[in-house]
């Protein structure tokens, strides 16, 4: 299927619809959004149409300068009433796979998500919003996690909390790496 007749998926409609949602609720201008994400005007219209479907990293950086929460971006009752519980794979990642878990709630001020990479992935994130972290925990396979710059290794049934207001990172070990993040916003 060429470009042109490539329908988008129901992933890339929920992101488009969400961006676009947040963005005219806010008043913000492609120029302004593209100001505050650190991502190009031009590619947030073509994620806004869906033309493009953004890379986790992308994604991240979306949410995090329009202040929102990541699994915001990954349902949308339009699609089908349990979306957010569904597997969702970025064709830009393709060594990723996300699962909502808890999608974000606003008394909690966490979502949890269970995340599969596979092929010795090494994925990078840019930082969160101030005070935000992950707890981490490992359930098949082997996990490095990159903190102030450097990696430590954490194997199934161990777990870690990482501040995600910094740089951080993650990297598959063994060829399938699964692991449980909860994603706590500070109040």
Avoid at 100 to 113: C, G, K, R
Avoid at 133 to 140: A, G, L, P
Avoid at 162 to 185: K, M, N, S
């Amino acid at each position: 299927m060429t470009k042109a007749n490539a329908q988008p998926s129901a992933f890339s409609k929920s992101i488009a619809k969400h961006l676009k949602s947040v963005r005219k609720a806010r008043g913000l201008s492609l120029d302004k959004t593209a100001t505050l994400t650190g991502v190009s005007k031009a590619m947030l219209g073509q994620i806004e149409r869906g033309e493009s479907s953004p890379t986790i990293a992308t994604l991240w950086k979306i949410a995090t300068g329009l202040e929102c929460s990541f699994s915001s971006f990954l349902s949308d009752d339009d699609i089908q009433p349990t979306s957010h519980h569904a597997d969702n794979k970025f064709t830009n990642d393709t060594n990723v796979t996300i699962r909502t878990l808890f999608p974000f709630n606003q008394t909690t001020q966490f979502e949890m998500f269970e995340l599969c990479l596979t092929d010795f992935h090494e994925q990078h994130s840019s930082p969160h919003l101030i005070g935000v972290t992950e707890h981490i925990h490992v359930t098949q396979g082997t996990l490095s996690v990159l903190q102030d710059g450097q990696w430590q290794t954490y194997q199934a049934q161990e777990q870690c909390v990482l501040r995600a207001d910094q740089p951080h990172g993650y990297r598959d070990e063994v060829g399938e790496t699964r692991f449980i993040v909860v994603i706590h916003y500070p109040t």
